[in-house]
């Protein structure tokens, strides 16, 4: 992380903090991004960025700038830091104002930062994940990519305690999403994902999986499954930009898919890297 | 507001700020409290403090202070700024490091923030409220005091544009609370109030009630109830660090207890008036 982005300015990162009086401090109350990079360019960039409007409306938050400025403002970022392979975490919170429930006056501006962080690409997907599963103990509004994410932070705290790398929640056996992703199983060849409810995040990495299941003839249904047919699916995987397509291979100890990376993950990774490249350009 | 608390330390307001990277701003990783303070001493400041460490257990948080060094440190800045009526807001934050879920390791500190603000005490409560009912959309874990408010926020604020003071939540129609109170109804002399299990927070001031119910013969049961209970109660009323005992007149347009406060309600703020001269000497 070298430059920041504190509303219209990009700034040395000494120079920036932010107020005690910030309601995202004290409430949570803001929306956030992660954009991934590569070679230099955004990946789905204008799909995040319009999702942060969305998320902004949800919470009747206005947003002080369009998206072709904010895209312009994170290009310039990129360029500043000479970021290659990485992230872009963005988040805007509805502004600095005496601590009270109710929203501040009009008058108050929202409070926009961003920043980069260096991810090595190696253009390989990681070969397979561990999982446990867990109660979804969050909010009805977990479509909103909100600032609240102390229930995230819980589950995927147990699933690091446990060796996992994410934690798979569900609501009364139904699976609901990741702790920071969306987890989708194959059966029978046909790809089964949440549909995009109140329950859960509908991912930028999942709606572009679906687009490509849709392009290149895989079956997909978006209906919840339950936790036992995940655990007797022939393939589960999850996605989210920091992880992209990557298979699950193992829940609460016990293997999924004989451990291996089934076919049609393997065929989603294959799309996705190339989706990559169609985007943000060859990978060396 | 005048000094401010950060850590251990005294500062003025200019000087503090916080870093973009601490996890109260990026995930509302942390927990608070707010303390009356009438004839500038605590009500109830060590119930509050104890609080305090319960929320932070709850998130396997360590706080760095003991409850008696808090209390030490909050009479100080009690005294810095002259406060004689108002509150004191205090938050503390698992701290700065680079942003991911899990937890950070054990030797990055927690941020600890307290101010005070002045409210002038009148020694007299409010005549009468209103309130909107509306569902309650929070996550599964309310008994825990923290920075995730969104839910909150956003009934507040749905109230505050029906031109009523409270929201009251309820889930399938069961009252849990209000969005930043607890709320209870009197029915037949007795009065009822949800459990204190995980959907709501258990109020300090609503602990108080209940001990002065228990000690002055007021039956009580904590029950939840519906909303259809709630709009034909004898009295509605709630309770908050900030409302202390108020009566509820008037619910979704609808009238209650004839607009007017009820006995079992008056005799409550009479107790609690009582009870704040108690622990904090007499009110002019």
């Known amino acids: ?38 070679n230099g360019k955004l990946f789905a960039g204008e799909m995040h960025l319009n999702r942060l409007l969305d998320s902004a409306k949800l919470i009747q938050m206005k947003v002080p700038f369009t998206v072709a400025e904010m895209e ?10 000479g970021l290659q392979d990485g992230i872009i975490y963005m988040q805007l919170t509805r502004g600095v104002s005496p601590r009270t429930h109710v929203f501040p006056s009009s008058d108050v501006e929202p409070v926009f930062v961003a920043y980069t962080k260096e991810i090595p690409y190696t253009g390989k997907m ?5 999982g446990i599963t867990t109660d979804d103990i969050r909010w009805l509004r977990c479509n909103i990519k909100s600032l609240n994410l102390l229930g995230n932070l819980l589950a995927k705290q147990a699933a690091a305690e446990a060796g996992c790398d994410e934690a798979i929640q569900h609501r009364d056996g139904l699976v609901t999403e990741g702790s920071s992703s969306n987890v989708s199983i194959v059966v029978d060849g046909t790809l089964k994902t949440h549909p995009a409810t109140n329950l859960i995040l509908n991912g930028i990495t999942r709606q572009v999986m679906l687009k490509l299941c849709a392009d290149h003839g895989i079956p997909y249904v978006e209906e919840p499954f339950t936790v036992e047919e995940m655990m007797t699916a022939d393939e589960v995987l999850y996605t989210s ?6 298979p699950i291979i193992n829940i609460d100890g016990g293997m999924i898919a004989a451990g291996e990376t089934g076919p049609v993950t393997k065929k989603l990774q294959q799309l996705f890297s190339q989706e990559i490249e169609r985007q943000c350009g060859s990978i060396d």
Do not use: C, H
């Not at 107020?19 to 954009?35: H, L, P, S």
């Not at 312009?72 to 830091?81: F, M, P, Q």
């Open 126 to 130: 990681k070969p397979g994940a561990k």
């Open 72 to 81: 312009t403002r994170v290009k310039e970022l990129i360029s500043e830091d």
């Open 1 to 38: 992380m070298g430059k920041i982005i504190l509303n219209g300015e990009i700034k040395n990162r000494s120079d920036v903090s932010v107020d005690i009086e910030d309601r995202g401090y004290q409430f949570g109350d803001g929306v956030y991004e992660v954009i991934r990079v590569y």
């Open 241 to 246: 930009t920091s992880v992209e397509v990557t």
